[in-house]
């Protein structure tokens, strides 16, 4: 008959108990956690694994990884195979807000903790998962309209804006939207012109940018990029429509990834607003203090701050992503 994980679990429990086992051979017992990653498609993505695997090393936690390539039912059927092995904590990076509430209804009944990195779910029932750490992301989309609002104080005439947004229906995207256009709807001169998502990639964010180019050629002022990979994209669009990116055109994005800071360098971008993929250490705090029986607070939020491109070369040397 074999035994599996959680019965063998009560079983040394039950010897360590009865003086059979000592404590520390429990003890020495390797948390699992089951980390079900969005996909690679930024320099942020990448830096967010690397510091995700890297914790865990670090903090003696056994980590089992996939990553979705941006798909929902990728990262529904990772969560599924979590509960399957019986891991002692699930944690993940929503790729989109909605439609998670059956399977972390499934993790409950299984009586698997669930922690939310990175991005929220929009579910009403907040029972479902024990804490959501990450960014305010209204709060960097604010950081933007902000510098663009002091950039253009003295600009009379329209500025003519030109959006690439994150992923569709994702957390980030919804939300640096909203932080922005609360911002900037305070003065009508401020017009979004054109609005769409470049997926967060390099590709996409290139190919969006070309066709707004085509749209409005010489009209646009700014692009107001999700996030700094479609920002370097729409960069190489700019440059090959023979226009000057940071000069031509104001060019504003967020996540602080190496890539903007040497844009910046590169007198290419004109700022980028933080967004820090550097949540190991803290998730797996969380994870320990979870298993520890310790309460966590709903809502853990990262302080970040905002780089315009003349601070950035002093700044790159010190950038840890
Ligand atoms: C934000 C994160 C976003 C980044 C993108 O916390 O979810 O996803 O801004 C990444 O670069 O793809």
Redesign the pocket.
Known sequence: MTMNRRTLTSAMAAAAVAGLLPASVLAQKKLVLGFAQ?GA?????TANTESIKSAAKDAGIELKFSDAQQKQENQIKAIRSYIAQKVDVIAF?PVVESGWDTVLREAKAAKIPVVLT??AVNSKDDTLYVTFM??D?VEEGRKAGRWLVEKMKDQKGDVNIVELQ??VG???AIDRKKGFEEIIKADPKFKIIRSQTGD?TRAKGKEVMEAFLKAEGKKINVLFA????MAIGAIQAIEEAGLKPAKDITIIS??GVKGAFEAMIAGKLNVTVE?S?LLGPQLMNAVKDIKAGKTLPKRIVTEEGIFPMEVAAKEFPSRKY
């Open positions: 969005v498609e930024s320099e942020w993505r990076s990175d991005r990450g960014s992301f994150g992923t994702s957390a980030p967060f999700h996030n700094d990979d967020i996540d967004c993929p």
